[in-house]
């Protein structure tokens, strides 16, 4: 990719050494060119990093009004819903919503940016919190760029950009108060042992939930040595297999303030769940275990999405705005195009309170024992 700026086709023929209107049915596809020809043409193609201008071909009717959303997966509700927005808001405005998922590989993030930049796509989506290597810098920067280059937009959904200086759009929501606010409801409540089930270390959304959980602890007088983080990560599976594990260490807190499922036993009173399925899986741990919710174990979640309300109990979470997330990125890139490239939009969070936090057992924080 050239850093001037879109590579034309004039540049594709004079490196392959042909006619423009040569490359012009070599690209098309529609007229018999000599294969040693094409295959020239190509290979300049690709060298230079070219691609069809999509504002063009709308001019004479081959492009397309499409907007790409790409995702981890789609089984997740959070990641549902975003997309759900996405696609709704498209659709109000006449355009293309396509879907794609990567499982987390980056490999098949790359293959589906270039091939959305390839077939025109106005604005590519990257949905979700990931973590923010190096790697994840040189790849969102070449996606920006390469985007740009063709006349599209890159817009980072509910993830940072790596750099405020890349043509990239940025419509996320404020991790870091949702989870100190959250915390503090727990804290209110006379919670002084409350850990932290779902950290994933390095991962954007989740570092920032718990630095607000460790702030809310700071801010009620709580020491470092207060904060409990395990890092399991998300999903119900890994929610129910670590709180099955910390159920049965027991014991008391270990030398510092970080642990995984299988180390250091902590005692609690209360759990923050890094998402609502998270939350679910630590339901189920506990009921398995004999206890109850909240009477022995209050706990909170993120997130949340539709069944929340149904979990046994219903449970209080954070809501975030999953489909308005979906919805902002699609409307405030269209816009203002000019200043949509670099602008960063942060959307709100609050507390949906509901029946799986009350204060801890009598006798607990003051001193006496606990149920794990």
């Not at 879109?6 to 070599?26: D, K, L, P, Q």
């Not at 980056?106 to 990931?130: K, N, S, T, W, Y």
């Not at 990239?168 to 929501?173: D, P």
Request: negative net charge.
């Amino acid at each position: 990719m050239t850093s001037k700026g879109r590579v034309t086709i004039r540049e594709v023929a004079e490196r392959a050494g042909v006619s423009m209107a040569t490359v012009s049915r070599v690209l098309s596809g529609n007229h018999p060119v000599p294969a040693s020809t094409r295959a020239r043409v190509l290979r300049a193609a690709r060298d230079l990093d070219y691609v069809a201008n999509a504002h063009a071909r709308a001019l004479v009717g081959g492009g397309r009004k499409m907007v790409a959303v790409v995702l981890r997966q789609v089984t997740s509700p959070f990641y549902a819903q975003v997309a759900e927005g996405v696609e709704a808001e498209a659709a109000a405005r006449g355009w293309l919503c396509l879907v794609g998922t990567t499982g987390g590989d980056p490999g098949r993030e790359l293959e589906f940016v270039q091939l959305m930049r390839e077939e025109g796509a106005r604005l590519v989506i990257l949905v979700g919190g990931v973590v923010e290597d190096d790697a994840y810098r040189e790849r969102v920067a070449h996606y920006a760029q390469a985007l740009a280059s063709a006349g599209a937009r890159l817009v980072l959904c509910g993830r940072p950009a790596p750099d405020p200086d890349i043509p990239a759009l940025v419509v996320e929501f404020d991790n870091e108060a949702g989870a100190r606010a959250i915390t503090g409801h727990l804290l209110s409540a006379g919670h002084r042992r409350i850990v932290f089930l779902g950290g994933l270390p390095g991962n954007t959304a989740l570092d920032a939930r718990v630095a607000g959980y460790r702030a809310a602890l700071a801010e009620h007088g709580l020491g470092p040595e207060a904060a409990h983080v395990v890092d399991c990560g998300l999903g119900r599976a890994a929610g129910h297999r670590a709180m099955t594990e910390l159920l049965k260490a027991g014991g008391d807190p270990g030398p510092g303030d970080t642990a995984t499922a299988d180390t250091a036993p902590v005692r609690f009173t209360a759990v923050f769940a890094g998402d609502d399925m998270v939350a679910a899986g630590a339901l189920r741990a506990i009921a398995d275990a004999g206890l109850r919710v909240p009477q022995d174990i209050s706990v909170v979640g993120y997130n949340d999405i539709p069944l929340a309300e149904d979990f046994n109990p219903p449970l209080t979470t954070v809501r975030t705005p999953a489909e308005e997330l979906g919805r902002a990125a699609v409307r405030i890139a269209l816009r203002d195009p000019e200043h949509a490239a670099g602008a960063h939009h942060l959307l709100g969070t609050h507390i949906v309170v509901r029946d799986s936090v009350q204060p801890p057992p009598p006798g607990i924080e003051d001193g006496g024992s606990t149920p794990v």
